[in-house]
Structure formats: C-alpha cells, structure tokens
C-alpha cells in the first residue's frame, strides 16, 4: 500500500508519455505533508511542471464519455480507495494499488466511482514541438543510415561489412541516447529505460561523470565516435585509403572506456543504463571482430598517414555534430522559455492586476451616432482613438480586425478620431465625415471596407480623397465635435490609443492578448456584479 499510490502516479504518466525517474516520484510523494492524500499526487504533478486536474464531477454516462483514456479515480470497492482507471476496447480496466487488475463495465464503474478524479492535461504544443525536433533528427541519422547502406552494398570485405554495419548499428543506439538526453519522449526507449528500480538512463547520462573531461557528455561522445567510423570507412573507401591501417586500432582503444563505464554504473551510480549497455556491447563485438579476424587479415596494418587523416576528418566530424546539437539544445531551450513566458502572459490574475493599475477614463460615455461594430450589448467595450493618417494606426487596425473577426459577439469596438470639424479643409475631417456618411447610410460591412482600405499596408487616406469624390458630410460635426471633446476632457492627443472597458489596455500586453483573457474577463465581470448585488446582512 505504501509503495501503490506512487506506482500508480507512475503508471498515468507512462500512460500520457511523460517520463520521469520512478525514485524522484517516490521520493516525491512520500515527503509531501499531505502523503497519502489525493493532494499529495497534485503538489507533486504540480512540483514537475506536469498541467494537471483534480475534481469531484456529476456520475453520469454524458461526463463519463467525456473523461480522458487514463486517470486516477477513487472508488468504493469495498472500501474507498484510489485506482487507475483506462478505458479499453469499451470496458474500463482499473489498477488497484496492490497491483490487482480488473475489468468492469461503464455502468459497473459508475457504480463504484465517486465523481473524483485526478487527470493529466496534455500539452499539444509540446508534444508538437517534439516532434518537429525529433523529425529533423531522424532525418540527418537517416540519410546517414542509406549511405551506410549503400557503402555495405559495394565489394569491400567481409571484415568492413560486419565492422562498419556494427558501428552504424552503434549511431543508431546514440541517437537514442541522445534523444534520451534531449528529453525528446520516446515511448519505446522511455519504457526500456525506467523498467525497475535498478534500471534508469537518466541517472547514468545525468550524472557528472557521464562527462568527459567536465564538458563532453557520453551521449554526445558516443554519436560523434559512431559517425565517425562509418564516415570514415565511405571517404577511406572513396579515395583508395586502407580501411585496416585505422579502424581496429579505435576499437582497441575503447577497451578502457569499456571498463571504465560498466565499473561506473555497477558501483558509483549504482543504476543500469540500457542504452549505454547496448553501446558496450557494440563496441565489444567491435573488439571481438577484430581479434576474430587478426589471424586471418592485416587487421593492424600501421599507416601513420592514413591514421592523422582520420583523426583530422573525426575532429572535423565531431565539431560539426557538436555544433548540430548545441543548436537542438538551444532550439528546446527557447521553446521551454516560449512555453514559461506564455504560461506566465497566459496568467488573467497578472494580466487583471496590471489592468487594475491603469487609470480610468475621466469622462466615459457613449457619443450618438459614432462608429461602432460588433455587439452592441457586449459586457466588454474596446475603444480605438485612431487616424487613418497615424502610421501606426495601421498595425492597431490590424490588431482590432483580428479581434473582431474571432470575438464579434463577445465585445463592442468603438472607433474614435481625433477630427476637428472647424478645419473642414484638413483631410482628415474630410475622410471622417466620409467614413461617417458610409457608416449610416451603406452600414457597417461596407464601413468596415473603407477603414481596411484606408489602414492598408500601401494606402494613402489622402490618394483615398479624390478617388472617393468626397463631399463633406456637415450633419456628422457634431459627432466629431463630442469626439474631439471627449478626448480633450481625458486628455487624449496621440493615436493610436485602446481602451478596455474605460481603462487603457497594458501596455505590457499586445492589443490581441485580450482574445486569451475575454471569457476570464466576462467571468470576473459577472462576479463583480454579484458582489455589487449582495443583499447587505441585517445587524
């Protein structure tokens, strides 16, 4: 029982490919304060970053048809006690803590269950992300892999065949190693790394002394001495250079690396690494080729030449797959920032306190007749004081055009110029009353084409003049004259400028950040209302 509640832990995020040491999990929950309740497994999710959910839903089949393949469930059976819930070709397999399996139907789990559950929420970005990277690796090993191929397929030895196909099979391992270290999830190798206890890649290729020299790690170390050897055998063969008077010589050398790993993994680590074990093997059937065939071929046909040639050729290689990878890291790197930063932007209580801070309007109120679009009852208002003369106006449009196409119904824009209806000469009064006299007399689909004419990347408002024929609209001043009041009482004189429900926007936001927060903000906004409605208590 002590050991389940984290075996199961263990098991949902195998089940959501997420791969961490079976001990840090253990370890993890067993000194949370709470162990063993459910809010033990949450502040450890929590603890690694892992989006997570826990609540207490209504037990019926419409949310039980809504529930992820795999999550945690209380049950009472006969007592209450917390399993892994999967479902499975429409029958539910539940793990009970005590490693005891069972298949129930959906009516007979509902029967059992409480409504509390704990689920893993998926991050498809992530997982998009990793497959992008993983998809460029594949590619570069597997162009590798076909020369590799075509190089066994020409008439060389049977001594090279076997030898050079070994350490292909060796790249092949190393990028596995190298995926693994790159936290690239890999169901298969993830699997075969964290089998038991005494099994765990991580532990060997995180450790200090999986570096070499402080700097080079194992895993970068094995992939470069790998393609090194097959792309040395294709360029030995190219130009006419004997393969023997090299190759067998490396293997030998890694005879200490050999000893030196395993000794470090039996009695320093103390863990088994399976990767790392598969390129020990490789490497000794490596030496065991070698010796087989001594005897029989001039295996270590010494050619000083031909040796400072493929030193020089494995430097150039090393420092190329060096760089590749230094440039994945990075490339993962600045994807977890990304995905940080958005986590933290993506956050409405900073987002509401940073918006509490701005001042309100001065003098907030609707202008008969203005432009205005979208709902007209929408709980959040948006304000653009805007010229179609203001360069950056253009990008505001652009923001606002976004804006309204994906949350027409959940807000109201309203456009305000800074237009002075005394200077009927300026072309600004005369493009404002323009767009006036359109926006009642054609409607608002035909406003809003003007407006993308006139705040398009190349559009000149006053080229827009004479090709619209204008003629000044004067009913329309008075609209222009409350506008040009208005913003005098807020003391408004720069465009462009957005407003939010009568306080500016945050600066520390781009204007389309409000798509992310506009159902928070209805949210609060209701809330804000109940509040407001309270019936005050009687003393």
Same mark, same amino acid.
């Given at each position: 029982?002590?050991?389940?509640?984290?075996?199961?832990?263990?098991?949902?995020?195998?089940?959501?490919?997420?791969?961490?040491?079976?001990?840090?999990?253990?370890?993890?929950?067993?000194?949370?304060?709470?162990?063993?309740?459910?809010?033990?497994?949450?502040?450890?999710?929590?603890?690694?970053?892992?989006?997570?959910?826990?609540?207490?839903?209504?037990?019926?089949?419409?949310?039980?048809?809504?529930?992820?393949?795999?999550?945690?469930?209380?049950?009472?059976?006969?007592?209450?006690?917390?399993?892994?819930?999967?479902?499975?070709?429409?029958?539910?397999?539940?793990?009970?803590?005590?490693?005891?399996?069972?298949?129930?139907?959906?009516?007979?789990?509902?029967?059992?269950?409480?409504?509390?559950?704990?689920?893993?929420?998926?991050?498809?970005?992530?997982?998009?992300?990793?497959?992008?990277?993983?998809?460029?690796?594949?590619?570069?090993?597997?162009?590798?892999?076909?020369?590799?191929?075509?190089?066994?397929?020409?008439?060389?030895?049977?001594?090279?065949?076997?030898?050079?196909?070994?350490?292909?099979?060796?790249?092949?391992?190393?990028?596995?190693?190298?995926?693994?270290?790159?936290?690239?999830?890999?169901?298969?190798?993830?699997?075969?790394?964290?089998?038991?206890?005494?099994?765990?890649?991580?532990?060997?290729?995180?450790?200090?002394?999986?570096?070499?020299?402080?700097?080079?790690?194992?895993?970068?170390?094995?992939?470069?001495?790998?393609?090194?050897?097959?792309?040395?055998?294709?360029?030995?063969?190219?130009?006419?250079?004997?393969?023997?008077?090299?190759?067998?010589?490396?293997?030998?050398?890694?005879?200490?690396?050999?000893?030196?790993?395993?000794?470090?993994?039996?009695?320093?680590?103390?863990?088994?690494?399976?990767?790392?074990?598969?390129?020990?093997?490789?490497?000794?059937?490596?030496?065991?080729?070698?010796?087989?065939?001594? $005897?029989? @071929?001039? +295996? =270590?046909?010494?050619?000083?030449?031909? #040796?400072?040639?493929? !030193? %020089?050729? *494995?430097?150039?290689?090393?420092?190329?797959?060096?760089?590749?990878?230094?440039?994945?890291?990075?490339?993962?790197?600045?994807?977890?920032?990304?995905?940080?930063?958005?986590?933290?932007?993506?956050?409405?209580?900073?987002?509401?306190?940073?918006?509490?801070?701005?001042?309100?309007?001065?003098?907030?109120?609707?202008? $008969?007749? @203005?432009? +205005? =679009?979208?709902?007209?009852?929408?709980? #959040?208002?948006?304000? !653009? %004081?805007? *010229?179609?003369?203001?360069?950056?106006?253009?990008?505001?449009?652009?923001?606002?055009?976004?804006?309204?196409?994906?949350?027409?119904?959940?807000?109201?824009?309203?456009?305000?110029?800074?237009?002075?209806?005394?200077?009927?000469?300026?072309?600004?009064?005369?493009?404002?009353?323009?767009?006036?006299?359109?926006?009642?007399?054609?409607?608002?689909?035909?406003?809003?084409?003007?407006?993308?004419?006139?705040?398009?990347?190349?559009?000149?408002?006053?080229?827009?003049?004479?090709?619209?024929?204008?003629?000044?609209?004067?009913?329309?001043?008075?609209?222009?004259?409350?506008?040009?009041?208005?913003?005098?009482?807020?003391?408004?004189?720069?465009?462009?400028?957005?407003?939010?429900?009568?306080?500016?926007?945050?600066?520390?936001?781009?204007?389309?950040?409000?798509?992310?927060?506009?159902?928070?903000?209805?949210?609060?906004?209701?809330?804000?209302?109940?509040?407001?409605?309270?019936?005050?208590?009687?003393?």
């Amino acid at each position: 029982m002590e050991n389940g509640l984290y075996l199961l832990v263990n098991k949902l995020l195998s089940k959501n490919k997420i791969y961490i040491q079976k001990e840090e999990v253990k370890l993890q929950i067993g000194s949370h304060p709470s162990y063993p309740s459910l809010h033990a497994i949450v502040g450890v999710l929590n603890h690694f970053n892992i989006p997570s959910l826990a609540v207490k839903l209504p037990i019926t089949e419409e949310v039980f048809s809504q529930l992820p393949i795999s999550f945690l469930a209380m049950i009472q059976n006969p007592n209450e006690s917390l399993v892994l819930a999967e479902k499975k070709n429409k029958l539910i397999k539940i793990t009970y803590q005590n490693g005891k399996r069972e298949r129930l139907t959906p009516v007979q789990f509902l029967s059992l269950w409480n409504g509390i559950l704990i689920a893993i929420e998926k991050d498809e970005n992530t997982k998009e992300d990793q497959k992008k990277i993983s998809g460029e690796l594949n590619w570069v090993v597997g162009v590798l892999l076909v020369l590799a191929g075509v190089y066994l397929l020409k008439g060389v030895s049977l001594f090279e065949k076997v030898y050079t196909s070994l350490s292909a099979l060796g790249v092949l391992v190393s990028y596995f190693i190298v995926k693994q270290g790159l936290g690239l999830q890999n169901t298969t190798t993830n699997s075969l790394c964290n089998f038991s206890e005494k099994i765990s890649c991580n532990a060997v290729l995180e450790s200090s002394g999986a570096r070499i020299l402080g700097m080079l790690t194992l895993s970068e170390a094995s992939i470069a001495y790998f393609l090194s050897l097959v792309i040395g055998a294709i360029v030995f063969e190219l130009l006419g250079l004997p393969f023997a008077s090299v190759f067998p010589w490396m293997s030998i050398l890694t005879v200490p690396v050999l000893g030196y790993s395993l000794y470090y993994q039996k009695f320093v680590v103390k863990k088994w690494c399976p990767l790392c074990l598969g390129i020990i093997a490789i490497l000794t059937f490596q030496i065991a080729w070698v010796l087989i065939f001594k $005897p029989t @071929e001039k +295996v =270590f046909n010494w050619n000083p030449q031909s #040796l400072l040639f493929f !030193l %020089v050729l *494995s430097f150039i290689i090393s420092r190329v797959t060096m760089s590749i990878l230094l440039f994945i890291k990075k490339k993962i790197e600045l994807k977890n920032v990304k995905k940080d930063y958005l986590k933290f932007k993506n956050n409405f209580a900073l987002f509401k306190a940073l918006y509490n801070q701005q001042e309100k309007l001065k003098a907030n109120y609707p202008i $008969p007749g @203005e432009i +205005v =679009f979208g709902n007209k009852n929408a709980p #959040l208002e948006i304000i !653009l %004081v805007t *010229s179609p003369f203001c360069h950056y106006c253009k990008q505001a449009h652009k923001d606002l055009q976004q804006i309204m196409h994906l949350a027409k119904r959940d807000i109201k824009v309203t456009f305000r110029f800074l237009a002075d209806p005394l200077q009927k000469e300026s072309d600004l009064y005369k493009v404002v009353s323009q767009l006036l006299y359109i926006y009642h007399t054609q409607g608002e689909a035909e406003t809003l084409l003007a407006l993308d004419t006139l705040y398009g990347d190349t559009s000149n408002p006053s080229q827009w003049i004479p090709s619209m024929k204008l003629i000044p609209h004067q009913k329309y001043d008075g609209i222009m004259e409350l506008q040009k009041g208005w913003a005098q009482e807020n003391n408004i004189n720069f465009t462009p400028a957005f407003y939010l429900n009568g306080k500016e926007y945050p600066k520390e936001y781009n204007r389309t950040d409000v798509l992310t927060f506009i159902e928070d903000f209805k949210e609060s906004l209701l809330t804000e209302k109940e509040k407001i409605f309270v019936a005050p208590s009687v003393a």
